[in-house]
């Protein structure tokens, strides 16, 4: 994939991760299994999962049927998410450049896009959400603390893939200490009713729904990066190991700061949720509630961190694709910056009530947007090809994977529309949503439907021919992983 020198490097620049979207070869590949559950857990229980987890209350559920809701919304979102991260040890690449072989070179420009989108959105909301939780903690002025900590998440990304999970493994620490505090003290308390538990009371079946999807959505956004940090595991790493350890993290991460985001609604219905979290810590301990937002405020950084890092992989392959990019540490920092100053500047300008009320809509419209992908995506892995690609036909402009794949860009499009009727959103009500009452089902629908057209229109795919190229063009692929300075 290259064919350029390597330039040692000193000091701090040498503490800077090198690699890109370019392959880490085996000589490379460490790292440990738990690390997989930290960076997960950390990056999921912070303050943007209360903003979910709120949702079920001020759609009129009651915590015991908000709790069951966000439970099976989590679980599910978990499954191909944590799917994905096998990707990672299995190929040595970053997630987005493993949508060529369905999509190929210029037709996953779109799918590029998409997540860039959703990073750069997550790196303005996070900065934006720490500027309104520091002014709560009476940390003076909200637009400061935005830039300030978007600039910490940029210097996070700048260095890299190991430092992220070295600061994900302590916040880790730290949010479980306090929520388990927090937990605890509220239950022996007496602080949350019994019957707010009570399931005979106050369900309705659209408002549940619409929980379900928020939390599966808002989970499977996660889906667009989680192999970027498992790609320097070891190859032979456990395919159920890796699941097991990632969906670890996914599940008691996010449910954790959702359910906490519903308490904190069904207690304090007329607060927004940072004031609701202040004031129950308060309950427990005095001083606790500030450091629960500090907290989550920590794990939000650090996904923050994650976001523009994944960001700018995301647009190194995109340029790549465009036109070949010699993946150096100068394209890492200038992405990083492009992606981290412009989310750093729009997160000191949006308005501080965003999150209260446009947040379920970009959640559901982020899922419609992604159920057509990452069904694509996974089927092709663990179904058509089987896990059987060529990394330096990724990179090849002629490669064997072509420039445009009408397979994949079919099965995306006729996925996108068969769930167009079962849509439900604030602008929009599909027929098939509205005769169901305002049930929204269209991401349930399009996973398994993407799946199975993707797999018909593979049905006559030359397998065995493009194996043997694989067998050819991959023989000496450790020897192409060099990092480029």
Not at 317 to 342: C, E, F
Request: net charge neutral; proline share 4%.
């Amino acid at each position: 994939m290259n064919d350029h020198p390597v330039r040692a490097e000193t000091g701090v620049l040498s503490r800077v991760e090198s690699r890109s979207i370019d392959y880490v070869p085996h000589s490379e590949r460490r790292g440990r299994l738990t690390d997989q559950a930290t960076i997960w857990f950390a990056g999921s229980a912070q303050l943007l999962s209360l903003a979910t987890g709120a949702i079920g209350i001020s759609l009129g559920l009651n915590l015991g049927w908000t709790l069951i809701a966000l439970g099976i919304g989590t679980v599910l979102g978990t499954i191909p998410v944590s799917a994905h991260a096998t990707q990672g040890p299995h190929l040595g690449l970053p997630q987005m450049i493993q949508s060529r072989p369905q999509f190929g070179r210029y037709g996953a420009l779109f799918i590029w896009a998409m997540a860039i989108v959703v990073y750069w959105g997550y790196v303005v909301l996070g900065g934006n959400l720490l500027g309104v939780t520091a002014v709560q903690l009476g940390a003076g002025n909200a637009p400061f603390w935005a830039i300030l900590t978007c600039v910490v998440a940029i210097v996070l990304a700048i260095f890299g893939y190991h430092w992220l999970h070295v600061a994900q493994r302590v916040i880790t620490i730290a949010l479980v200490v306090i929520l388990v505090v927090y937990v605890i003290g509220l239950t022996v308390g007496g602080h949350i009713a019994p019957e707010l538990f009570d399931l005979t009371q106050t369900f309705s079946l659209a408002p549940f729904l619409v929980v379900v999807s928020a939390a599966t959505g808002y989970q499977l956004t996660w889906a667009f990066f989680v192999s970027d940090y498992s790609r320097y595991m070891p190859a032979h790493t456990s395919k159920r190991s890796i699941i097991t350890y990632t969906s670890l993290g996914l599940i008691l991460g996010l449910f954790a700061f959702m359910a906490v985001g519903a308490i904190c609604a069904a207690l304090l219905p007329k607060d927004d949720f940072i004031t609701g979290l202040a004031v129950t810590g308060d309950y427990v301990l005095p001083g606790l509630g500030a450091l629960m937002l500090i907290a989550g405020g920590l794990g939000l950084l650090g996904l923050m961190a994650m976001c523009v890092y994944g960001g700018s992989l995301t647009l190194i392959t995109a340029l790549d694709s465009i036109r070949p990019v010699v993946p150096t540490r100068r394209i890492r920092l200038i992405t990083i910056l492009l992606v981290g100053v412009t989310g750093t500047i729009a997160a000191a300008l949006v308005p501080a009530d965003f999150l209260n009320t446009s947040f379920a809509t970009v959640l559901a419209v982020i899922a419609y947007l992604m159920a057509p992908w990452t069904s694509v995506n996974l089927t092709d892995f663990f179904i058509v090809r089987r896990g059987r690609y060529s990394v330096t036909e990724m990179f090849r402009k002629d490669g064997i994977y072509g420039l445009w794949n009408w397979r994949g860009l079919t099965a995306y499009a006729i996925t996108f529309a068969i769930m167009i009727p079962f849509m439900n959103l604030s602008f929009y009500e599909g027929p098939i949503a509205a005769a169901l009452g305002g049930v929204d089902i269209a991401f349930f629908v399009g996973v398994p439907v993407g799946c199975l057209v993707y797999w018909l229109l593979c049905r006559n795919l030359d397998l065995t021919h493009e194996r043997e190229i694989i067998a050819h063009a991959d023989r000496d692929i450790d020897s192409i992983g060099i990092p480029v300075e």
